[in-house]
Nanobody
Framework: VQLQASGGGLVQAGGSLKLSCTVSIRTGSNYVMGWFRQAPGKEREFVGAIRWSGGGQTYGGSMKGRFTISKDNAKNTVYLQMNSLEPEDTAVYYC???????????????????WGQGTQVTVSS
């Protein structure tokens, strides 16, 4: 499984940014796609996740209501739409993939075996 994240950049507080993660996963497979982020000096934090085969999404606490994960199976791409960005959202954002996770397992980075290279998001105040 290969993942390629893109779309990061510099944005002002209150702005929006949409990240993309292109993956080499067959449609209908049982993978879960997760987004994580890591700010300098901090541990990696769960942003959200979505099942590749369909179904709902789950989000980390501070992201609920501001971030939305979606996917386009035809383009083999998962998206992270980020709205109302705050300087505290500044981090390197990673997409990751794992097989057969239940919801309670999705927020733990140790459960993901495949990772993209990360894309930097910087939010200025």
């Amino acid at each position: 499984v290969q993942l390629q994240a893109s779309g990061g950049g510099l944005v002002q507080a209150g702005g929006s940014l949409k990240l993309s993660c292109t993956v080499s996963i067959r449609t209908g497979s049982n993978y879960v796609m997760g987004w994580f982020r890591q700010a300098p000096g901090k541990e990696r934090e769960f942003v959200g996740a979505i099942r590749w085969s369909g179904g709902g999404q789950t989000y980390g606490g501070s992201m609920k209501g501001r971030f939305t994960i979606s996917k386009d199976n035809a383009k083999n791409t998962v998206y992270l739409q980020m709205n109302s960005l705050e300087p505290e959202d500044t981090a390197v954002y990673y997409c990751a993939a794992a097989q057969r996770l239940i919801i309670s397992e999705m927020s733990y980075d140790r459960n993901y075996g495949y990772w993209g290279q990360g894309t930097q998001v910087t939010v200025s105040s």
